[in-house]
C-alpha cells in the first residue's frame, strides 16, 4: 500500500478470536499512516447507507489529519460531506445538502473513489471497517468497487467478519470477497484458536514470571481451548477469585485441575446465551 498498490484485506474468525485486537496492534506500529475506523451495527430494520465509512470519516475528520480530509471532501465528495454535518459550519452544510440533493448510488461511489485516490497520494490510508457481516448492502459494495479499480492509490482496505453469518444465506460480502480473491486483489487471514505454547506465554506474561508450570498452561487451555475472549475471562477470573495465585515469581493453582471447572465468568454468559439464541430451534434442544 505504502507503494501505491491499493489492497484489500479481510481478517475472518468466530465472536472473540482476535479480530480487533489485531488490528489495535497494527495501528500501534503503523508509523506515519492515516487510520480511519468505522463500525457495523447489527440493525433490526433497514441500516443506514455507508454508516460505517461515515464513521470512520468523522472520526478522521476530528483527528490532525481533519482539515485535510475535509478538504478533498469539499472539492472530491461533496455528496459525503453533506452527510457529515460536525465537519463544517451551519451555513456550509445547508449548501452542501442543497448540492447533494437527488444525489445517485453511482455518483456517491464515484466521489468516494476520487477521494480516495487523492487524499492517499502523499500518505497511506488504513481504511477500516469491522463486522461487515452487519454491514449495509451499500458498503459492501464502496469496498468492492474501490478495491477494484486500477488507479495507484496508497490505500489499505481492512475488514473484518464473521463467517458463519457470511457462509450461511445469500450474503453479499461473500460473492465481494470471492471476486477480490479472484482477481488477486486481497487476502484473508483467518483467526485460529491459541495452542498450548500460546496460552502459556501469555499466562507468563499476564502473570509477570518467566514461565508458568505444565499443569497450570493444560488446566487453563483445557477449559479456555486457546479462545483468546474466553482465555481473557477465565484468568480473570482466577486471580479475582484467587484460584490462580501469583506472588515473588511463583504461582500456585489453588483447587488442583477442578480449580476452573465450576463457574463460568460472568462476562461470558450473555456471549454465550446470544450465540445459543442464534441457532435452530432444534440445536437448541439438543444442546
Known amino acids: ?99 447533494a ?35 449495509d448492502h451499500a458498503t459492501i459494495e464502496a469496498i468492492s468497487y474501490v478495491a477494484l479499480r486500477r488507479s495507484p492509490a496508497r490505500l489499505l482496505l481492512l475488514g473484518t467478519y464473521r463467517p458463519a453469518e457470511v457462509l450461511s444465506g445469500d450474503h453479499p460480502l461473500r460473492a465481494a470477497t470471492q471476486e477480490l480473491r479472484a482477481r488477486r486483489l486481497s487476502e484473508e487471514i483467518r483467526l485460529e484458536p491459541l495452542g498450548e505454547p500460546d496460552v502459556a506465554r501469555y499466562l507468563a506474561m499476564r502473570l509477570d514470571v518467566p514461565r508458568v508450570g505444565d499443569d497450570l498452561m493444560r488446566v487453563v487451555y483445557r477449559r479456555t481451548e486457546g479462545h483468546p475472549l474466553f482465555l481473557v475471562n477465565v484468568v480473570d477470573f482466577a486471580l479475582r477469585e484467587e484460584r490462580i495465585v501469583a506472588r515473588d515469581g511463583t504461582v500456585a493453582l489453588r483447587g488442583g485441575e477442578d480449580a476452573l471447572a465450576d463457574s463460568i465468568p460472568d462476562g461470558l454468559v450473555p456471549m454465550i446465551e446470544r450465540q445459543i439464541e442464534s441457532l435452530a430451534p432444534d440445536e437448541q434442544h439438543l444442546l
Open 101 to 135: 440533493l437527488g444525489s445517485t448510488r453511482e455518483r456517491m461511489l464515484r466521489e468516494l473513489a476520487e477521494l480516495l485516490d487523492v487524499f492517499t497520494a502523499e500518505r497511506p490510508l488504513v481504511l477500516i471497517v469491522e463486522d461487515l457481516h452487519w454491514s
Open 1 to 99: 500500500a505504502r507503494r501505491g498498490e491499493r489492497r484489500a484485506m479481510f481478517v475472518c474468525g468466530p465472536p472473540g478470536i482476535g479480530k480487533t485486537t489485531l488490528l489495535d496492534a497494527l495501528a500501534a506500529a503503523s508509523g506515519d499512516a492515516m487510520f480511519a475506523h468505522g463500525q457495523s451495527v447489527e440493525h433490526y430494520g433497514a441500516g443506514e447507507a455507508y454508516l460505517p465509512l461515515l464513521e470512520a470519516f468523522g472520526q478522521l475528520g476530528r483527528s490532525a489529519d481533519g482539515a485535510l480530509l475535509v478538504k478533498h471532501l469539499r472539492r472530491h465528495a461533496p455528496t459525503w460531506l453533506a452527510q457529515l454535518p460536525a465537519l463544517v459550519d451551519p451555513a456550509e452544510q445547508e449548501a452542501l445538502a442543497r448540492r
